[in-house]
């Protein structure tokens, strides 16, 4: 899956070792809605890949469970379903037959970075402050723009050009520029603040985000 290959380039790059722990901000700007604590945003997805010197895309939709600190849910419905599970034990792929395989193990400093994920999709931007340079649009512009650009010793750098998300209430566009010109397009919609706890299908991929 596309995010998972995004995630585990990443991991590659030594970004996980180099991440300073942040606390989540409570306020996101310019312009995201922040959600409260015990809330979750829930919403639908469009992913498309695109290749330097190929027309067109790959594409991928589906729907996505976000949960500030706990992780992040990415069920791809077509052209192949899937999930990707983003959390505290790491990176876990589930295939339409519901055959699981772990992509990464999770610690203690891979949470930090589950967190940075969630933060660029929540429009938590001073979480990312410390790994990247952020510019924010003018405040009356609408819908409003950030760029986050990777500080020139980061390791990260290597994997990632760019980053331009863009949106209204919440994050609606990212695009994820790499270097050599391939870039990734993630649109996001039809998201809802949604109060914890996670429906029972959700939260058996979220261990702690079910009923208590």
């Known amino acids: 899956m596309t995010l998972a290959r ?9 970004f996980i070792g180099t991440c300073a722990i942040v606390p989540v901000a409570a306020s996101a700007r310019p312009g ?14 469009t992913l498309n890949r695109h290749l330097a010197g190929f027309d067109g895309g790959l594409e991928s939709t589906g729907e996505f469970t976000l949960v500030p600190g706990s992780g992040l849910i990415w069920q791809t419905t077509n052209p192949f379903p899937g999930t990707t599970i ?9 295939d339409a037959e519901g055959e699981k395989s772990q992509v990464a193990a999770g610690n203690a400093q891979f949470g930090v970075f589950v967190d940075l994920i969630s ?12 790994r990247f340079h952020v510019e924010f649009s003018k405040p009356d512009q609408s819908p409003w723009q950030v760029r986050l650009t990777p500080f020139g ?10 980053i331009i998300a863009t949106g209204t209430n ?19 919609a039809r998201q809802q603040a949604k109060s914890l706890p996670l429906p029972a299908d ?11």
């Open 170 to 188: 919440f994050v609606e566009q990212v695009r994820l520029n790499k270097p050599g010109g391939d870039f990734d397009d993630i649109t996001l």
């Open 86 to 94: 983003l959390g505290p034990a790491g990176i876990t792929n589930i």
């Open 153 to 162: 010793e980061s390791a990260i750098g290597g994997q990632i050009t760019d």
């Open 202 to 212: 959700k939260a058996s991929l979220l261990p702690g985000t079910g009923t208590k």
């Open 6 to 14: 995004f995630v585990r380039s990443l991991l590659l790059a030594g």
């Open 32 to 45: 995201a809605v922040a959600l409260e604590k015990g809330q979750y945003l829930a919403g639908d997805f």
């Open 119 to 130: 933060s660029v999709l929540e429009g938590n931007w001073a979480a990312l402050e410390n």
